[in-house]
């Protein structure tokens, strides 16, 4: 079996934690080098207990050090915040170049081009030369390209959980008579673990509302993963809850395409690993997907408003972060895109 050597740059924070569970539980991964800041060093399971059972696998956490990264690793995937995270993943990757090392950076600095980042994200972006460097990894769209990417941009998670509920409409999207809309919740882990003041459970607890409305920076990446070709409205929710997103889209579909649409989300998710479409009246659950790479698909044409209906569901951390993350790396390996990934949802 392949022993492929991957880093993770990030492994204190959410989507980092949730990367070492599933590389530690890949057959063909093994974990050869964690960094971080410099905050946190030392033994991993010291700063998160619940990893102690891996305590054998785990290489202690060091400062990052972009050279040894480069140098001691085949894989390396990049999870620290926007701003910064792309600019690592970069460096990983031109330090690498010549020994092929792959990057898959999480963050939202290699997704987009460089205005619309700057006008969505508020910062400079990176050089163009890193943007282009990068491939977008949503497999179910980009799955030929990432096959022979060496750095791979790993979509948003409510990117993710809004671009899966409409793109098995392919073609059919570009015939929408007015704008998509996506109400879309989360659970608080999408936000990182650095603490903020509206993260505290005493402002968390009893309370759901929506945030950053009209400015929320998935909504160009939800453009361009559908195409381009609808306009988006999204808005995006927090929910009392750690993990998990839910997505109810509106789509101003022809209404002559509705007896044919539970077909058409059919025929696209029996082809996709981890996708899958509810049974008709069924709807999805955040629980019933967490801990999993999974996204949960239901659709109804809404006879009365003439609007389709999709609801999808994901993990943040999963499918919208270390589960893709590990699914691209499949596919930049060239292995089955399910190894590592076949996991039981928590559903308590
Ligand atoms: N959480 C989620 O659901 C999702 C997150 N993402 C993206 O993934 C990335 C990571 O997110 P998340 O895990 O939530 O973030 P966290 O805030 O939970 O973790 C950030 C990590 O980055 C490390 N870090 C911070 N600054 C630096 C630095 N200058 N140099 C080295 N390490 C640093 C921290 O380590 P230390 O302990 O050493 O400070 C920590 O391990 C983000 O870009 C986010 O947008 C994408 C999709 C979903
Ligand atoms: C609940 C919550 O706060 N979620 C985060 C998701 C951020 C994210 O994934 O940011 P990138 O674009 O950098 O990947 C948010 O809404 O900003």
């Known amino acids: 079996m392949t022993n492929v050597r991957v880093g993770i740059v990030g492994p204190t924070g959410y989507a980092g934690m949730e990367l070492v569970r ?6 063909r991964l093994s974990l050869s080098y964690l960094a971080g800041s410099g905050a946190r060093t030392g033994p991993l399971d010291a700063h998160l207990p619940h990893l102690r059972p891996l305590a054998d696998l785990l290489p202690p956490v060091e400062p990052l050090d972009v050279r040894k990264a480069a140098e001691t690793c ?5 999870a620290l915040p926007s701003g910064e995270s792309g600019r690592v993943a970069w460096d990983i990757a031109q330090s690498g170049k010549a020994r092929g090392v792959k990057v898959i950076d999480l963050s939202g600095d290699l997704r987009l081009p460089k205005d619309v980042y700057e006008t969505w994200y508020g910062r400079p972006a990176l050089p163009e030369e890193a943007l282009a460097s990068a491939r977008y990894g949503l497999p179910e769209r980009d799955r030929a390209s990432i096959r022979d990417a ?16 409409v793109l098995p409409l392919g073609e059919w999207l570009s015939d929408v008579t007015g704008p998509i809309i996506f109400d879309a919740k989360s659970g608080v882990t999408g936000a990182g673990r650095a603490p903020k003041p509206h993260l505290h459970l005493g402002e968390l607890a009893n309370d759901v509302y929506p945030y950053r409305v009209g400015l929320h920076q998935h909504t160009p990446e939800i453009e361009r993963a559908i195409g381009e070709r609808a306009r988006v409205l999204l808005t995006t929710q927090l929910l009392p809850v750690p993990r998990g997103i839910l997505v109810c889209a509106y789509v101003p579909l022809p209404p002559d395409r509705a007896p044919m649409v539970y077909d058409r989300y059919t025929s696209f998710c029996e082809r996709e690993p981890f996708l899958r479409l509810l049974p008709e009246g069924e709807m999805p659950h955040i629980k019933a997907v967490n801990g999993t790479n999974e996204c949960h698909i239901a659709v109804r044409w809404d006879e009365r408003s003439r609007l389709l209906q999709v609801f999808s569901a994901i993990d943040n951390l999963g499918k919208g972060a270390a589960g893709q993350a590990v699914q691209n790396a499949n596919l930049m390996f060239g292995w089955p895109e399910t190894e590592g990934l076949e996991l039981v949802p928590l559903w308590m």
């Not at 085949?74 to 990049?78: C, I, Q, S």
Request: overall charge negative; proline content about 7%.
């Open 74 to 78: 085949d894989l390396v995937f990049v």
């Open 150 to 165: 060496h750095v791979v941009a790993n979509p948003g998670c409510y990117a993710t959980a809004c671009a899966l509920a």
């Open 22 to 27: 599933l590389v530690a539980g890949h057959p």
